[in-house]
Protein backbone atom coordinates (compact mmCIF):
# COMPACT_ATOMS: atom_id res chain seq x y z
CA UNK A 1 0.00 0.00 0.00
CA UNK A 2 2.87 2.46 0.90
CA UNK A 3 4.26 2.05 -2.34
CA UNK A 4 1.46 2.28 -3.94
CA UNK A 5 0.44 5.78 -2.28
CA UNK A 6 4.41 6.80 -2.96
CA UNK A 7 4.02 5.97 -6.61
CA UNK A 8 0.73 7.95 -6.70
CA UNK A 9 2.38 10.86 -6.02
CA UNK A 10 4.97 11.06 -8.14
CA UNK A 11 2.29 11.14 -10.78
CA UNK A 12 0.66 14.09 -9.02
CA UNK A 13 3.92 15.99 -8.48
CA UNK A 14 3.77 19.18 -10.15
CA UNK A 15 6.91 19.98 -12.39
CA UNK A 16 9.00 22.58 -10.69
CA UNK A 17 9.46 25.01 -13.86
CA UNK A 18 5.49 24.80 -14.26
CA UNK A 19 5.34 25.64 -10.57
CA UNK A 20 7.98 28.39 -11.64
CA UNK A 21 5.65 29.76 -13.93
CA UNK A 22 2.85 30.40 -11.54
CA UNK A 23 5.56 32.17 -9.08
CA UNK A 24 6.34 34.29 -12.25
CA UNK A 25 2.91 35.21 -12.62
CA UNK A 26 2.74 36.17 -8.33
CA UNK A 27 5.50 38.08 -9.15
CA UNK A 28 4.29 39.68 -11.64
CA UNK A 29 1.58 40.82 -9.68
CA UNK A 30 3.09 41.62 -6.76
CA UNK A 31 5.50 43.95 -8.57
CA UNK A 32 2.56 45.97 -10.10
CA UNK A 33 1.13 46.23 -6.66
CA UNK A 34 3.91 46.64 -4.34
CA UNK A 35 4.75 50.14 -7.32
CA UNK A 36 1.66 51.80 -5.50
CA UNK A 37 2.13 50.22 -1.81
CA UNK A 38 5.38 51.30 -1.23
CA UNK A 39 4.02 54.88 -2.26
CA UNK A 40 1.30 54.71 0.69
CA UNK A 41 2.71 57.00 3.05
CA UNK A 42 5.47 54.29 5.01
CA UNK A 43 8.63 53.97 4.77
CA UNK A 44 10.23 51.45 2.34
CA UNK A 45 11.86 49.45 5.75
CA UNK A 46 8.00 49.49 7.01
CA UNK A 47 6.51 49.02 4.75
CA UNK A 48 8.57 45.86 4.77
CA UNK A 49 8.38 44.96 7.64
CA UNK A 50 4.67 45.46 7.84
CA UNK A 51 4.08 42.64 4.69
CA UNK A 52 6.59 40.78 5.86
CA UNK A 53 4.91 40.04 9.35
CA UNK A 54 1.62 39.42 7.38
CA UNK A 55 3.70 36.94 4.75
CA UNK A 56 5.29 34.96 8.13
CA UNK A 57 1.80 34.35 9.80
CA UNK A 58 0.21 33.11 6.58
CA UNK A 59 3.37 30.45 5.89
CA UNK A 60 3.26 29.38 9.38
CA UNK A 61 -0.83 28.80 9.37
CA UNK A 62 -0.08 26.88 5.75
CA UNK A 63 2.68 24.58 7.24
CA UNK A 64 0.43 23.77 10.08
CA UNK A 65 -2.64 22.77 7.80
CA UNK A 66 -0.14 20.65 5.76
CA UNK A 67 1.60 18.96 8.76
CA UNK A 68 -2.15 18.13 10.28
CA UNK A 69 -3.69 16.70 6.52
CA UNK A 70 -0.07 14.91 5.52
CA UNK A 71 -1.55 11.52 6.56
CA UNK A 72 -4.91 12.57 6.06
CA UNK A 73 -5.11 13.50 2.38
CA UNK A 74 -1.71 12.55 0.33
CA UNK A 75 -1.30 14.73 -2.30
CA UNK A 76 -2.73 17.80 -1.31
CA UNK A 77 -0.65 20.92 -2.22
CA UNK A 78 -0.23 21.97 1.73
CA UNK A 79 0.83 18.33 2.43
CA UNK A 80 3.34 18.55 -0.57
CA UNK A 81 4.44 21.87 0.89
CA UNK A 82 5.69 20.31 4.17
CA UNK A 83 7.08 17.05 2.97
CA UNK A 84 10.03 15.79 3.99
CA UNK A 85 13.17 15.61 1.30
CA UNK A 86 14.29 12.32 1.01
CA UNK A 87 18.04 13.13 2.06
CA UNK A 88 16.69 14.63 5.73
CA UNK A 89 17.82 11.67 7.29
CA UNK A 90 21.19 11.44 6.05
CA UNK A 91 23.10 14.85 7.31
CA UNK A 92 26.11 14.20 8.76
CA UNK A 93 26.25 15.87 12.17
CA UNK A 94 29.37 17.65 11.17
CA UNK A 95 27.54 19.85 7.90
CA UNK A 96 24.66 20.61 10.30
CA UNK A 97 26.32 23.70 11.37
CA UNK A 98 27.04 24.22 7.77
CA UNK A 99 23.21 24.16 7.24
CA UNK A 100 22.26 26.30 9.95
CA UNK A 101 24.50 29.46 8.40
CA UNK A 102 22.60 28.55 5.02
CA UNK A 103 19.31 29.06 7.16
CA UNK A 104 20.59 32.20 8.24
CA UNK A 105 21.81 33.20 5.17
CA UNK A 106 17.94 32.31 3.91
CA UNK A 107 16.68 34.23 6.82
CA UNK A 108 18.80 37.10 7.65
CA UNK A 109 19.83 38.46 4.46
CA UNK A 110 17.49 37.19 1.89
CA UNK A 111 14.39 37.69 3.72
CA UNK A 112 15.57 40.98 5.94
CA UNK A 113 17.91 43.57 4.42
CA UNK A 114 17.88 42.04 0.21
CA UNK A 115 14.00 43.35 1.04
CA UNK A 116 15.11 46.57 2.84
CA UNK A 117 17.35 47.47 -0.02
CA UNK A 118 15.15 46.13 -3.16
CA UNK A 119 11.83 48.37 -1.69
CA UNK A 120 14.49 51.24 -0.80
CA UNK A 121 15.28 51.23 -4.19
CA UNK A 122 11.98 50.60 -5.86
CA UNK A 123 10.56 53.60 -3.58
CA UNK A 124 13.45 55.59 -5.44
CA UNK A 125 13.49 54.77 -9.08
CA UNK A 126 11.40 54.05 -11.91
CA UNK A 127 9.94 50.88 -12.08
CA UNK A 128 11.02 49.60 -15.22
CA UNK A 129 14.91 50.46 -14.86
CA UNK A 130 14.43 48.69 -11.16
CA UNK A 131 12.39 45.65 -12.59
CA UNK A 132 15.33 45.21 -15.26
CA UNK A 133 18.16 45.03 -12.44
CA UNK A 134 15.80 42.91 -10.51
CA UNK A 135 15.83 40.15 -13.69
CA UNK A 136 19.44 40.04 -14.01
CA UNK A 137 18.82 37.66 -10.84
CA UNK A 138 19.37 35.02 -13.95
CA UNK A 139 22.37 36.20 -14.75
CA UNK A 140 24.07 35.77 -10.79
CA UNK A 141 22.10 32.55 -10.33
CA UNK A 142 23.44 30.73 -13.37
CA UNK A 143 27.23 31.70 -12.73
CA UNK A 144 26.85 31.18 -9.31
CA UNK A 145 24.81 27.69 -9.71
CA UNK A 146 27.79 26.51 -12.26
CA UNK A 147 29.81 26.82 -10.23
CA UNK A 148 28.87 25.51 -6.37
CA UNK A 149 25.84 23.97 -7.91
CA UNK A 150 27.53 21.93 -10.80
CA UNK A 151 24.57 22.89 -12.67
CA UNK A 152 25.07 22.47 -16.72
CA UNK A 153 23.89 25.32 -18.98
CA UNK A 154 22.37 23.77 -22.16
CA UNK A 155 22.24 25.45 -25.18
CA UNK A 156 18.95 26.04 -24.49
CA UNK A 157 20.05 27.88 -21.25
CA UNK A 158 22.04 29.92 -23.05
CA UNK A 159 19.79 31.00 -25.58
CA UNK A 160 17.29 31.86 -23.18
CA UNK A 161 19.22 33.84 -20.77
CA UNK A 162 19.91 36.08 -23.90
CA UNK A 163 16.58 36.16 -25.09
CA UNK A 164 15.39 37.30 -21.22
CA UNK A 165 18.86 39.96 -21.18
CA UNK A 166 17.73 41.15 -24.54
CA UNK A 167 14.18 41.35 -23.98
CA UNK A 168 14.87 43.26 -20.57
CA UNK A 169 16.69 45.80 -22.66
CA UNK A 170 14.68 46.54 -25.20
CA UNK A 171 11.71 46.94 -22.58
CA UNK A 172 13.54 49.37 -20.78
CA UNK A 173 14.49 51.26 -23.32
CA UNK A 174 17.69 50.62 -24.19
CA UNK A 175 20.77 51.07 -21.62
CA UNK A 176 20.63 54.23 -22.13
CA UNK A 177 17.71 54.52 -19.71
CA UNK A 178 19.32 53.19 -16.61
CA UNK A 179 20.63 55.58 -14.66
CA UNK A 180 22.66 53.82 -12.14
CA UNK A 181 21.57 55.89 -9.19
CA UNK A 182 21.19 54.92 -5.85
CA UNK A 183 18.22 53.34 -6.10
CA UNK A 184 18.59 51.01 -9.32
CA UNK A 185 22.07 50.27 -7.59
CA UNK A 186 20.17 48.93 -4.26
CA UNK A 187 18.13 46.77 -6.50
CA UNK A 188 20.86 45.61 -8.20
CA UNK A 189 22.71 44.76 -4.61
CA UNK A 190 19.47 42.97 -3.56
CA UNK A 191 19.26 40.22 -6.85
CA UNK A 192 23.21 39.47 -6.15
CA UNK A 193 21.59 38.77 -2.84
CA UNK A 194 19.11 37.10 -3.79
CA UNK A 195 20.91 35.06 -6.45
CA UNK A 196 22.99 33.61 -3.63
CA UNK A 197 19.88 32.76 -1.73
CA UNK A 198 18.52 30.48 -4.60
CA UNK A 199 22.24 28.55 -4.75
CA UNK A 200 21.83 28.61 -0.59
CA UNK A 201 18.55 27.82 -0.98
CA UNK A 202 18.67 24.83 -3.67
CA UNK A 203 21.55 23.08 -1.74
CA UNK A 204 19.61 23.37 1.10
CA UNK A 205 15.92 21.74 -0.43
CA UNK A 206 18.07 18.60 -0.56
CA UNK A 207 17.53 17.66 3.02
CA UNK A 208 14.80 20.27 3.98
CA UNK A 209 10.90 20.25 3.03
CA UNK A 210 9.97 24.01 1.32
CA UNK A 211 7.66 24.63 4.03
CA UNK A 212 10.65 24.99 6.53
CA UNK A 213 12.58 26.81 4.25
CA UNK A 214 9.60 29.77 3.44
CA UNK A 215 9.28 30.13 7.09
CA UNK A 216 12.31 30.28 8.24
CA UNK A 217 13.37 32.67 5.63
CA UNK A 218 10.29 34.91 6.21
CA UNK A 219 9.94 34.19 10.40
CA UNK A 220 14.14 35.32 10.80
CA UNK A 221 13.82 37.86 8.00
CA UNK A 222 11.00 39.40 9.81
CA UNK A 223 12.74 39.47 13.05
CA UNK A 224 15.96 41.28 11.18
CA UNK A 225 13.54 44.19 9.77
CA UNK A 226 12.05 44.35 13.46
CA UNK A 227 15.84 44.86 14.85
CA UNK A 228 16.75 47.41 11.72
CA UNK A 229 13.79 49.20 12.88
CA UNK A 230 14.78 49.61 16.06
CA UNK A 231 18.23 50.44 15.34
CA UNK A 232 17.26 52.97 13.19
CA UNK A 233 14.62 54.81 15.43
CA UNK A 234 11.96 53.63 13.13
CA UNK A 235 10.49 51.04 14.93
CA UNK A 236 7.71 52.98 16.32
CA UNK A 237 6.19 53.99 13.16
CA UNK A 238 5.59 49.99 12.63
CA UNK A 239 2.71 50.68 15.37
CA UNK A 240 1.83 53.92 14.47
CA UNK A 241 0.72 52.64 10.62
CA UNK A 242 -3.01 53.51 9.59
CA UNK A 243 -5.56 51.58 8.31
CA UNK A 244 -4.51 52.07 4.87
CA UNK A 245 -1.47 51.24 5.03
CA UNK A 246 -2.25 48.25 6.45
CA UNK A 247 -4.97 47.11 3.51
CA UNK A 248 -1.05 47.50 1.42
CA UNK A 249 0.60 45.27 3.52
CA UNK A 250 -2.23 42.49 4.10
CA UNK A 251 -2.41 42.75 0.35
CA UNK A 252 0.85 42.41 -0.34
CA UNK A 253 1.93 39.79 2.12
CA UNK A 254 -0.39 37.73 0.79
CA UNK A 255 1.13 37.58 -2.20
CA UNK A 256 4.19 37.65 -0.90
CA UNK A 257 3.50 34.36 0.87
CA UNK A 258 1.96 32.84 -2.46
CA UNK A 259 5.77 34.03 -3.40
CA UNK A 260 7.54 32.56 -1.35
CA UNK A 261 6.15 29.13 -1.14
CA UNK A 262 5.97 28.32 -4.93
CA UNK A 263 9.12 29.54 -5.08
CA UNK A 264 10.82 27.01 -2.28
CA UNK A 265 8.49 24.31 -4.22
CA UNK A 266 9.77 24.84 -7.38
CA UNK A 267 13.29 24.98 -6.29
CA UNK A 268 12.83 22.03 -4.68
CA UNK A 269 12.14 20.49 -8.10
CA UNK A 270 13.68 21.80 -10.98
CA UNK A 271 17.32 23.61 -11.25
CA UNK A 272 18.25 26.94 -9.62
CA UNK A 273 18.89 28.00 -13.55
CA UNK A 274 15.48 26.92 -14.69
CA UNK A 275 13.70 28.03 -12.05
CA UNK A 276 15.28 31.75 -12.43
CA UNK A 277 14.74 31.93 -15.75
CA UNK A 278 11.02 31.45 -16.02
CA UNK A 279 10.67 33.78 -12.93
CA UNK A 280 12.15 36.45 -15.39
CA UNK A 281 8.47 36.59 -17.23
CA UNK A 282 6.90 37.70 -14.49
CA UNK A 283 7.74 41.15 -16.21
CA UNK A 284 4.57 40.06 -18.93
CA UNK A 285 2.18 39.70 -16.33
CA UNK A 286 3.37 43.42 -14.82
CA UNK A 287 3.47 45.18 -18.59
CA UNK A 288 0.17 43.40 -18.82
CA UNK A 289 -0.96 44.96 -15.24
CA UNK A 290 -0.01 48.27 -16.24
CA UNK A 291 -1.46 48.54 -19.56
CA UNK A 292 -4.69 47.97 -17.81
CA UNK A 293 -4.30 50.59 -15.49
CA UNK A 294 -3.60 52.66 -18.60
CA UNK A 295 -0.23 53.60 -16.82
CA UNK A 296 1.98 52.31 -20.01
CA UNK A 297 1.59 51.96 -23.58
CA UNK A 298 1.78 49.73 -26.61
CA UNK A 299 5.13 51.03 -27.94
CA UNK A 300 8.10 49.38 -29.64
CA UNK A 301 9.69 48.51 -26.57
CA UNK A 302 7.00 45.92 -26.01
CA UNK A 303 8.95 43.67 -28.18
CA UNK A 304 11.09 43.59 -25.39
CA UNK A 305 8.39 41.71 -23.74
CA UNK A 306 7.93 39.17 -26.94
CA UNK A 307 11.59 38.08 -26.60
CA UNK A 308 11.34 37.37 -22.69
CA UNK A 309 8.27 35.87 -23.36
CA UNK A 310 10.52 33.48 -25.90
CA UNK A 311 12.78 33.13 -23.46
CA UNK A 312 10.56 31.41 -20.82
CA UNK A 313 8.93 29.23 -22.94
CA UNK A 314 12.52 27.91 -24.53
CA UNK A 315 13.20 27.03 -20.63
CA UNK A 316 9.79 25.21 -20.47
CA UNK A 317 10.34 23.28 -23.55
CA UNK A 318 13.65 22.61 -22.67
CA UNK A 319 13.57 21.64 -19.16
CA UNK A 320 10.30 19.10 -20.57
CA UNK A 321 12.92 17.06 -21.60
CA UNK A 322 14.58 16.24 -18.24
CA UNK A 323 14.28 14.49 -15.17
CA UNK A 324 13.29 17.49 -13.54
CA UNK A 325 9.80 18.11 -15.44
CA UNK A 326 8.55 14.41 -15.04
CA UNK A 327 9.85 13.98 -11.30
CA UNK A 328 10.82 15.81 -8.24
CA UNK A 329 14.53 16.60 -9.25
CA UNK A 330 16.56 17.42 -5.93
CA UNK A 331 20.11 16.38 -7.19
CA UNK A 332 21.22 18.45 -10.35
Known sequence: MGNLKARAGQRRRVPGVAIAGATALVSGVSVFVNSYGV???????????????????VLSIV??????????QFGSAAANFVTTAPEARSVPP?????????????????????????????????????????DTLVLWVAVIAVLFLRERLRWWNLAAIALLISGEVVASGGVGQLAAN?????????????????VIARRLLKTRP???LAVVRMGLGALTLIVYLAA?????????????????????????????????SALARARAVD?????????????????????????GNTIGLVLIGAGATLVLVGARGRSAWTK?????
Not at 41 to 48: F, K, N
Not at 97 to 117: D, M
Not at 238 to 262: E, F, I, K, P, R
Open 94 to 134: TRRWIERLGLLYVGVVGGGLAFVLFFDGLAQSEPTPAAFWR
Open 275 to 299: VTSVLVSSALITWLLQLAAGTTVVS
Open 39 to 57: RAGATPAVYTTAKNLVAVA
Open 210 to 212: PAV
Open 328 to 332: PALGV
Open 232 to 264: SGSLGQLGSMNADQWHWALWTGLLLSAYVATWM
Open 182 to 198: RGELDVLVSSVLWALEV
Open 63 to 72: ALIGWRVRNR
